[in-house]
């Protein structure tokens, strides 16, 4: 079965008192949100190691700044869809063609 990656770049503004907590999801692995959806970071794009362990193909890159690491590589197929990371960033606009993408995959 082909896997879908999903890939984000995430910022956080945490106090002290909360750093140890933000830390987790630096380090976290990918993680399968639905059977077919795998939810990863940067570090996890750009390792084709952990891509193919996850059975990823296909890329949906909802990042401005992550670069498509391995779009040379004809084992991946990748989507961009270019995303500001600020708090103000109306997502809902996007979901229309993040979805359009998953289901064509």
Known sequence: SLSLSLSLSLSLSVSSGQRDQALDWKTA??????SFLVLGSQKDAHCKQVLQEFGVKYILNVTTKCPNYHEEDKEFEYKRIAVTDTGTQKLSQHFREAFEYCVSV
């Open 29 to 34: 692995p990918p993680v399968f949100i639905l």
